[in-house]
């Protein structure tokens, strides 16, 4: 019996790809639905790389929802640099044979909610806020269905990935992580400071391909190409996969330690644009708003997917 029900807002993106298939690899996940968003690559390639993994899954079933096509209020910025012009470099898939539903994924969303218990849903966010905070604004009557928001994005110890002081998803759209840190909601956020922490090393790479299986073959190639952005950027051991913590969150939340604070985001100065400014040792009297994760149990953290991958 599923014990979380799930919308998956996503940009994929290798790691967003990982978090995807985890997600479906699990029996615990009731995925209601993929809403996918510009961000590591224009909105169609976004969208047709959420189509090729729930092809890849064996899942022809699940609906994917385009979302939006850029920010709410600034230019999109993108990451081919690191995801490869296609977004999936290296996966080396067959072109999607199952569609987009018709419905836009924010109108889509905020159905979806309505129509849910209240506190019943989480929502997963791999991407830029853009879709979640767009379905917050039109439609607040939602927030009471959400029981929790796990995202990926923001970091403060480690500092930023697309510039000194911010991390790329909350970089590119700044206000809509605005909106999302304000809305009220329990908040838990996956950082950089954690997912810097979860390194793939060879070893772990390889028993993906040994596992002699299509999903292990076009995880093996997708990381193996996205990792070496990261290695030749940082000289670690090992490119991080950042969005798999948000579901693996959900499925083993002990492999993960973090702290109640309250966590903002500077949307006025162009020098900190997209800064998460987190309040870790409690010198503002800022109420704290979410649970900002810095530790994880990364043997664990790759065990468990490489398990759950072995089934699919
Ligand atoms: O900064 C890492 C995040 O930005 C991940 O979600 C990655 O997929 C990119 O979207
Ligand atoms: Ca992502």
């Known amino acids: 019996m599923p014990s979380h029900k799930i919308i998956i807002d996503t940009d994929p993106g290798q790691d967003d790809a990982i978090a995807i298939l985890l997600a479906l690899a ?3 996940i009731d995925l209601l639905g993929i809403v996918t968003v510009a961000g590591n690559v224009p909105l169609a390639l976004t969208s047709r790389n959420a189509l090729m993994l729930c ?7 699940t609906k994917v929802f385009a979302g939006c096509s850029r920010p709410l209020v600034r230019p999109l910025v993108t990451a081919e640099h690191v995801h ?5 470099d290296g996966a080396n898939l067959p072109e999607p044979t199952i569609t987009l539903q018709k419905q836009h994924g924010v109108d889509w969303t905020i159905e979806t909610l309505l129509a849910a218990e209240d506190n019943s849903v989480t929502i997963c966010c791999l991407a830029p806020l853009t879709n979640v905070a767009m379905a917050m604004v ?3 009557e939602i927030l009471p269905k959400i029981k929790n928001i796990v995202l990926m994005g923001g970091g403060f110890f480690e500092g930023g990935n697309i510039t000194p002081t911010s991390e790329f998803n909350v970089y590119v759209d700044p206000h809509a992580a ?3 840190m304000k809305c009220g909601r329990p908040l838990v956020i996956m950082p950089l400071d954690v997912t810097h922490k979860a390194l793939m090393q ?16 076009a995880t093996y190639g997708m990381l193996s190409f996205y990792e070496r952005f990261d290695v030749e950027k940082y000289g670690s051991s090992g490119g991080p996969l950042h969005d ?12 993960f330690e973090g702290r109640q604070v309250n966590v903002e985001v500077e949307i006025h100065s162009e020098l900190t644009m997209g ?7 409690k010198v503002t009297d800022r109420a704290p708003n979410a649970t900002y994760i810095n530790q994880i149990n990364a043997d664990g953290f790759f065990a468990l997917i490489l398990e759950r991958f072995s089934s699919l």
Do not use: C
């Open 178 to 180: 605005n909106t999302v």
């Open 275 to 281: 800064m998460t400014v987190v309040d870790w040792w």
């Open 244 to 255: 798999p913590t948000v579901i693996a969150y959900l499925l083993q939340p002990e492999l």
């Open 26 to 28: 699990s029996e615990e």
């Open 84 to 88: 490869g012009k296609t977004g999936l």
């Open 138 to 140: 039109k439609a607040p």
């Open 202 to 217: 060879r070893k772990w790479l390889d028993a993906l391909k040994a596992l002699g299986t299509p999903v292990g073959d």
């Open 55 to 61: 092809e890849l899954a064996k899942k022809p079933e």
